[in-house]
């Protein structure tokens, strides 16, 4: 498993060096800095999976970082430690109203200490797990439907900003029906997944593919034009096409369908969707396994 990384910000020079000490014995990797300012800096430029805050510092305090720790989308669900010397119920209570997930007085027990960053290291670890679940298809590992069409409207509003080009292929699995009915469901999965992996693998850095439903999968071609696209999605039609499935001892493979279209004179995201969808209709009807543009 990946070290953790735990940035300390306290402006106290001895309970800083003993919180770095301990912690880094436990294996983490440790960041530190000694006033409200550089911790936010330092948040920036190492994204830590944990912050221990000392709520008294001078110049901007713990209460104060937190509440821009938790106003920064990048930073906002960074869990946040307060530290501070102070056993104050109110004190607590504001910390914890701001966003923290909890409170540990100073002078600190160590073992105290380790112990709620364990805690709520562990937390950040599911919550990143959920995150992560959450936008990615659990049997493809390609991101989901909505992943993608968020992506996809970035990738509109951009084009719109740059005055620039991009593309949308869209492919479908010819017949695939009957792979589930001919071999079942398992072996369909396991289609979906290598033919996921594949375009996954094949697709330039910076573009995106996802699931777009059952056996249609949506890739964006940042800057290209709809010929540009045509050319990669022939390749993709081809690597598809080129995978050996194996199934009650016979080896089998599938082709499938593409449209492509691009940005250009299109009035909305929908159009081009919509446009692209055409093309890979077309593509179904005119005999499968090719690559369509819009008329
Ligand atoms: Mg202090």
Redesign the pocket.
Known sequence: MKSMKVLIV???VDSLAIARIRLKKDGYIIETASDGESGLTKARESSPDLILL?V??PGKTGFEVCEELKADPDLSNIPVIFLSAADNVREKVKGLDLGAVDYVTKPFDIFELKARVRAALRTKRLQDLLLMYGEVDSLTEIYNRRVLMERLQQEWDRSLRSKTVFSFIMTDIDKFKNVNDTYGHPVGDDVLEKVAYILNKSIRSGDVVGRYGGEEFGIIMVNSTVEEAFVAADRYRHEIEKIVFKAKKVNFSVTSSFGVADSSGKDSLDQLVSAADSAMYKAKETGRNKVCKPD
């Open positions: 306290d402006d106290d000392d008294q510092m």
